[in-house]
Each structure stands twice: as structure tokens, then as C-alpha cells.
């Protein structure tokens, strides 16, 4: 039973998380409301509570999103997005998994300091790396490639240690069951194991997802053809284009905004769960 | 050739000074239903799972109808194996962790689903074929595992402790299911346990275990009623076999509290003159307490007090302080006593054991 005294409190903190929700939305309803409206309208706007609210629902309603779908590649950028962070989703998965699965039940030598040096990485800011993987890459030639830009980024020591310890968890004898119902490790692996962790699976997913999105400076070294573009490097030119309008800069805002906000409202227990991530065992 | 054959075979864990299991030689035949039993620590989980692969045997040999087994893969060791905690697919439902192995040997479909449906039958598990573990109790999910290890039709099926994660009413009637199943596929079993009552009950000969040592082997009354150590008599058994501190001289033995008994001419011929300190053991059921016994060992009659008794429905058990230690004595439910009644009774002469206060070895056994 809750009491007099912690209603309070809840109420509260319900009303003050509200407060501070309207206020980080206030920008996202602002941008969404102009997106909407033609350079006029906005400036018109500014400086009144119309500026909050979106334009009557006319023939013109659509016209700056129109504009960006047909006259820029931004869709095919976002589908460049979307192509890169499920190639590297798939493969994140099998690699960190595998490599997550061997720290956690496979026993070998010095496999705890190998553990140490995987969360040492941790600390490493992509910074500091990013020219000595851009020398590497180009030294391969694989500039302006898929595999150039995927490369680098399939390994994540953070990526690793969440699999480590939820995989450190998981019964034996269940693999000792599956050897005896003739299932090698590999196939227990993907078959058993990767199931079996459904949810870090979905938080490594969804962080992937986020990192391959909001990338800047990695795509923008690797990539110059402009069909390979990502988003937000697409974002960037179309914003920077000096006869993009306002409403269309904040329309192409909008819509690298969008996916985010569907992974973030779809999987945000997951996120959670990443972030506070102790190992704890999966349902 | 035995089926299974144990040859000084030894387990050290890397580290450890001791064997876990030390020089284990044994023979078991072929449909045979064995039970390795003993406290926590004592090696039978140990050799289960060397005999499954999962342990690397560290010394000796181990065969398996006929073949060396040492360096074999476990799924090339043709085993079925039931564990404690069940172990089965959270993801699949029942028919699918019945049937994955089935289907990782490459049967033909329809096949599997002949094989899984016998099963499900078999093991009432019809109206649960579509859910998954979590959604089983734990009697229903110890089925499924049963389950699974049947349809392989293997030879040789390895059972760790599996019923204990079971409440009691449900431990004996899965007792019985795992009995019925053995009878009908005639799969060699070897099954741990910590429950000797399971080990009785269940199995055609029981191997009982003290720290990685065989102790004896035998059929579950051989052990009862011929123990060949303190260790063994006090094992097997509930409640636990009485033992008092005797002195034995002149065909006597002396209780520590300097109560005595004549020993019968058959107990001497077996002490084969040993005398001196030794530990008396007897079961509760041979304490008798009834005219016609009081009659025939009249002269060895001794008396004790209540200390406290237990209603078992079908017997009681009356506990009393005698020969300085503890005793329980198994009485018909007619029998009725209360605490502080003082009672007469005799030790049967021929369900005595004298054991070795130093080795514990039982020298009413000794050839």
C-alpha cells in the first residue's frame, strides 16, 4: 500500500517530469510545426505561439517535404543509412556474440586479462583511432566502399562485454544437452544462444542502429560519391545548400529525426537495459 | 565384456592435491538399472559425467560396449542424458525440444513426429505439446526432459539427480514413471542420487560412494541388510542404523552406560575372536519389543525410557536414550508408548553388526 505521504511525492515528481518533458519537446514541436511552413510563414511566426503550431491543412501542406524527395537524394542517403546499420547489425551480432560467448564460457588462457584489454578499449575515444583507421582503409583501397566503411566499426568492445554478461549467465547444462542432441557449437551458438539472449540482442541492435545513424565524421572521411552517402551527411549538404529554405531544413531535419524516434519509443527497454546493463539474467 | 567397464579410473581437477574420484573399478551390464549414491562431494555427479564426456577422465579407462570412451565426443558416446535442473530449451516448446535432437540426426520428418508423438503419449504431455518450459511446472517440464532423452532411443540413459527440484508426493510418482519407462525400453540406466530411498526403491543394484571411493556395490537388500562398513549401514536406511560403543570380552558385549548382552554363538563365530572396542550396530526394526521375542532372548533383555516418538501412520518410532547414545526403535502402530514410558526390549542376535571403531569395517561381513 502506498502511502499518504508517497502520493505526494509521486505526484510530485510527475509534475516536474513533465514540466522538464514540455520543455526538451518545446524544440522538436517547434521544428515539426515549421517544417510545414513556407520561409514567410516562420519568420512571420517567430515571435508569437504560432510558432508552435502547424500550418492549416491545405494543398501546400506537404510542399517542403515534396520538395526534399524530389529534388535531393536524401531518401537514397537514408537508404544507405538503413543498408549500412543492418549489414552491420548482422554482423556486429555474429562477431561481438562469438566474441562475447568465448569470454564467457569458453575456457582458455588469460581469457580474463583478454576481458581487461576489451574494456580497456572502452576508454579509447574513436577520435584518437579514426586517422589510423582512415590510412588503413585507404591503404586497402577500399575508399568509398561498403566494406571500407563497415570495417572498423563491426567490432565494439561495449558491444562484447554486454554479450559477455548476459552469455556468462546462461545454464551449462543446456549446452551439454544440445551436444548430446547432436548440436555442434556452432550451431548452438545461433541456434540456442542467440535466441536464448533475445533481448541483448535487441539492445546491441537498437545501439548500433543509433551509432550508425548519428555517425558524422566517419562516413563523411570514407565516402565521396555522393550515392553513398549517409543521412546525416545528407542532412548536412541539403541543409548547407544556400537555396534550401528554412522549412526545408527543418523538413529534412524532421525526417532523419523520425527513425530515432521509432527505435527509441519501440525499444526503450531495451536502451534501458543496455545502459544498465550488470549481467543480470534474461527472461 | 560388460557393457559399461570402469578401469582405475581417476578424476583430479587441475589444482586440487586429492582425486575426486579415486581408482574406480566397475562392471555394469547391459539393460541393468544402477544408482550411484553417496553424500554431496562424494564423485557419483563426478562420474556421471565422465561417463557422458562432459569430465575428462584423468586417469584409467572407461569402456562403453566394448569401445574406449576417454577421448570420444559425448554425442558419439550414444548416451541420453535427464539433469538435475532439467536443462531444456527456453524457446522451444515441448515437441520441439522433444524432437531437436531427432531432427539435428537428420530423420525424415514424418519420423520425428511418429517418435515425438509416442513420447508426448507416453508422458501425458499432450495438452502441453505448444508451450514452452517456462510455462510448465516443474514435474511437467521433468517429463519433457524425459522426453527428450527417450526418443533418441539410445542405449545408455545418464540421470542426474532428477527428481530432486521435485516436491515429495510428486518425487514418488515420478519414481515410479522412471521405473515403468526403464522396464519397457530396457535402456541400461545409470542414475545419481543423494536420496537413498530413490536408490532403493528404483534400482537393480546401488553403488554407494564416499569421497571418490566405491564403498560397496550391491542389490539395494544386500546393502541393507549386509553393509560392509559403518558408513554404508549408516547410509542406507531410514531412520539411521543405531550405533553404540561396546566393549566385547568373554562373549559379552559391554555398553558404555555398563549395560551387557550375551552374544549368540553365531555373532562369535563371525567376531572369529576379535574382542575389544567396537561400534554395535542394529536397525530400529530389530529392536524388538513384543512377548514372543522377550521370550526367546530373555537373558539379553535391556530397558530405556521414552525420550520422544514420531507417528508414522503405518509404524512409530519410539526414541529413547540407551548404552550411552541415541536410539530409535520402528515399532507396529499398535505398539503405542508415550514420552518417559519405560520400555523392555531385546536386540535380534542375528541383525547385530560389530564395526571397527578405527576403519568402520563390519566384521559380520568379513569372509
Known sequence: MVSKKQRRINWILV???????????????????????????????????????????????????????????????????LLYAAILIVLGIIVNGLAGYALAKIDFPFREQW????????????????TIHFLIIAKAGLLNTILGYILPSIVNPFNIFLFRQVFVSLPDDVYEAAQLDFCGPVKYFFTMVIPMSKTVVATV?????????????????????????????????????????????????????????????????????????????EG | MSFIEFKNVCKRYPGSDKDTVENLNLNIEEKEFIAFVGPSGCGKSTTLRMIAGFEEITGGELFIDGKKMNEVAPRDRGIAMVFQNYAL???????????????????????????????????????????????????????????????????????????????????????????????ELGATTIYVTHDQVEAMTMADRIVIMKEGVIQQVGKPMELYDHPVNQFVAGFIGS?????????????????????????????????????????????????????????????????????????????????FTFGGAQAVARVSKYEISQIGDRIDFVFMPSKMHFFDRETGVNYMEMQ
Open chain 1, 15 to 81: 509534475a516536474v517530469l513533465l514540466v522538464l518533458s514540455i520543455f526538451f519537446l518545446f524544440p522538436v514541436i517547434w521544428m515539426l510545426a515549421n517544417s510545414f511552413k513556407p520561409d514567410a510563414a516562420i519568420t512571420a511566426d517567430m515571435n508569437s505561439i504560432a510558432a508552435f503550431i502547424p500550418p492549416a491543412l491545405d494543398g501546400n501542406f506537404f510542399d517542403n517535404y515534396i520538395e526534399i524527395i524530389t529534388n535531393t537524394s536524401f531518401l537514397r542517403y537514408m537508404g544507405n543509412t
Open chain 1, 115 to 130: 576481458l581487461l584489454i576489451i574494456m580497456m578499449l572502452l576508454i579509447v575515444p574513436t577520435e584518437t583511432v579514426i
Open chain 1, 205 to 281: 541492435s537498437v545501439f548500433t542502429f543509433l551509432n550508425v545513424w548519428n555517425d558524422y565524421l566517419w562516413p563523411a572521411l570514407v565516402f565521396t560519391s555522393s550515392d553513398m552517402l549517409t543521412a546525416q551527411i545528407g542532412l548536412n549538404s541539403i541543409t548547407s545548400n544556400e537555396n534550401t529554405t528554412m522549412g526545408q531544413t527543418l523538413a529534412v531535419i524532421t525526417l532523419v529525426t523520425i527513425p530515432v524516434i521509432i527505435i527509441y519509443s519501440l525499444f526503450s527497454k531495451q536502451i534501458v537495459e543496455g545502459v544498465t546493463s550488470t549481467g543480470s539474467k
Open chain 2, 89 to 183: 530449451y527456453p524457446h522451444m516448446t515441448v515437441e520441439k525440444n522433444i524432437g531437436y535432437g531427432l531432427k539435428n540426426m537428420k530423420m525424415p520428418a514424418d519420423e520425428i513426429r511418429k517418435k515425438v508423438d509416442w513420447a508426448i503419449e507416453m508422458l501425458g504431455l499432450e495438452e502441453y505439446r505448444y508451450r514452452k518450459p517456462k510455462n510448465l511446472s516443474g514435474g511437467q517440464r521433468q517429463r519433457v526432459a524425459l522426453g527428450r532423452a527417450i526418443v533418441k532411443n539410445q542405449k545408455l540413459f545418464l540421470m542426474d539427480e532428477p527428481l530432486s527440484n521435485l516436491d515429495a508426493k510428486l518425487r514418488v510418482s515420478m519414481r515410479t514413471e522412471i521405473s515403468k519407462i526403464h522396464r
Open chain 2, 239 to 319: 531412520p539411521q542404523m543405531n550405533f553404540f560403543d561396546v566393549t566385547v570380552e568373554d562373549g559379552t558385549a559391554t555398553f558404555a552406560d555398563g549395560n551387557s548382552i550375551t552374544l549368540s554363538d553365531g555373532t562369535l563365530k563371525k567376531l572369529n575372536g576379535r574382542r575389544g572396542e567396537m561400534i554395535l550396530g542394529i536397525r530400529g526394526e530389530d529392536i524388538k519389543m513384543d512377548a514372543q521375542n522377550m521370550e526367546i532372548n530373555g537373558e539379553n533383555r535391556l530397558h530405556a525410557v521414552i525420550t520422544d516418538t514420531e507417528v508414522m501412520g503405518n509404524e512409530n518410532n519410539l526414541y
